[in-house]
């Protein structure tokens, strides 16, 4: 969630640091620090709320050093504030932390025994007083450090920088990623390679129990047991962590207009050019023999799971199974034998996922994995990482990704299909021909852009907005009043059509619109009797349809916005589209913060 940075050159650490950190407030935060080491002394600047205001103080408050370690907190434990942000300082010993320890309390009973006192309500800082402590009684930082990182208990990605220690660096890390970044007489540390990338190209991820000593000219690994490990160094494309907005006016703008492009991207490396055949490690993933899948996912990409569930049981004849992964592992279910459990995590590293797919290893058959960061832990923790090649999302709220890992769990289920002998050859070749044309059919959608930011001018006022769907569009009405709930913070909500009598229907009056996504498809009639019922109750219905929907049920709408007509078992994919750019202009016409909502990470890394 939080993001780390740390620098060891021949440069002032302090711009380097800040530049890294723009770069991850993506994934949201509260409070930003660094930390510098210079003339042997260890300071430390801090500041509440964006980057502006630590860039603002350090214009005052100028910190020299070229070795350095900086944070974007998101808060957890204690309040946003100065005193809370880190890095955290404890006597010659500064840390930054990303993840939450479960054991904390203990070790402040201990520093309490000791006669220490912590100076704020963070989790984090007991970490810097038990690493002083050690050393205090003469370990050295690096003994000292190991010594505390074996005691805790919980997910952790850290940095240390030491005072009197102008070229060393200590990380370590458990269930929240890190990498090491590789450079001509200096090196780095990173939460991920976008805040990496203007330093280096050449990258070693850290595994799981990792403990990295960092020199200007050396890395040392060791793993958990201790023992030297050797890592790949990989080279990665700079382009791939490109965050410059290409002119729009927010990320989240620009991933919403770059689905056409991303969507041809995917379906090209699961298609060969002009072919049907579906390119897919089926060597590796039998589904034959398969008597039940669990898809597991938190967030936006739980819906892209309840929309897969429709697509493999209508197409594979395979039970389906969708759990929220924080609720997953805690209820123990049963996976045994026949059982092919499938994690979805755009970031790769969301922590409850990440949790999950290791209850069923060793139980499930086999794990499945559709991630867009094909070096993450979930990624290469599972027997099958399929990638979704969204290329980079900064915006907190998931659109491109969202497409992407809808794309391709449609091509997992027609693979099972396939594999199960339940899909024709010519039902084949219809389907790829209509995927193929999604990218042209995304255009379309986005060309209605002007009618819906129209339309989200009128929906800023409300203070209560529901949304609509039946069948595979339930999802998705789900993911559209998730998206408008999380950048516009207006109150939103969706059911299933045919449940809006059995509770939801005594909310309706003039006050609350009421979305309904509904291409023209076998739900259709039912749909929009559903719609007619709302109508009927003086409700504000805006339709989203296809021109021969609108042409059935157009009377009587208090507004429409038209689809292009689609495959319907693509529909889900088409219509994000609308689903997104309503919340996106609602939430510009409200002034919210588009990119970064309050409150919100974009990479979940503690449960």
Sequence with gaps: MCGIIGYLGSHEAAPFLVEALKRLEYRGYDSAGIAT????????????????????????????????????????HGEPSTRNAHPHKAGPVAVVHNGIIENYREFRAELR??????????????????????????????????????????????????????????????????????????????SDAIALAPLTDRITYLEEGDMAVVTRTSVEIRDASGALAKREMKQIKTDATRVDKAGHKHFMAKEIAEQ??????????????????????????????????????????????????????????????????????????PVGPGTLALFVSQSGETADTLAALRYCKGKADRIVSVVNVTESSIARESDVALPILAGTEIGVASTKAFSCQLLVLFVTAMEAARQRGLLSADRQADLVSAMRGLPARINLALD????????????????????????????????????????????????????????????????????????????????????????ARAGKVLLVSDRAGLGVAGEGLWRSIEMPGVEDLLAPILYAIPAQLLAYHTAVAKGTDVDQPRNLAKSVTVE
């Design 448 to 535: 209605a852009e002007p009618v819906i930011e129209a339309v989200a001018q009128e929906l800023a006022e409300a203070r209560d907005v529901l949304f609509l769907g039946r069948g595979q569009m339930y999802p998705l009405a789900l993911e559209g009043a998730l998206k408008l709930k999380e950048i516009s913070y207006i109150h939103a909500e969706a059911y299933a059509s045919g449940e809006l009598k059995h509770g939801p229907i005594a909310l309706i009056d003039q006050n609350v619109p009421v979305v309904v996504l509904a291409p023209r498809d076998a739900l259709f009639e039912k749909s929009i009797s559903n719609m007619q019922e709302v109508m």
């Design 37 to 76: 080491v210079h003339d042997g002394v260890l300071d430390r600047r801090r500041a509440v709320g964006k980057l502006v205001n630590l860039s603002d103080l350090l214009v005052h408050e100028p910190l020299a050093g070229k070795s350095g370690i900086g944070h974007t907190r998101w808060a957890t």
């Design 113 to 190: 025994d000791l006669g220490v006192m912590p100076a704020t309500e963070t989790d984090s800082e007991t970490i810097a007083l038990m690493v002083e402590h050690y050393m205090s009684r003469g370990d050295c930082p690096r003994d000292a450090v190991e010594r505390t990182v074996k005691r805790l208990e919980g997910a952790f990605a850290l940095a240390f920088l030491f005072e009197g220690e102008e070229d060393l660096m200590i990380a370590a890390r458990k269930g929240s990623p890190l990498a090491i970044g590789h450079g001509d007489g200096e090196n780095y540390v990173g």
């Design 260 to 333: 056409p492009q991303v969507i041809s991207e995917a379906i090209g490396h699961y298609f060969g050019a002009g072919q049907s055949e579906i390119r897919f490690p089926s060597d590796q993933v039998d589904f034959t023999g398969v008597s039940r899948m669990v898809l597991v996912a938190c967030g936006t990409a739980f819906y892209a799971c309840l929309t897969a569930k429709y697509w493999i049981e209508k197409l594979a004849g395979i039970p389906v199974e969708v759990d929220v992964a924080s609720e997953f592992r805690y209820r123990e279910p």
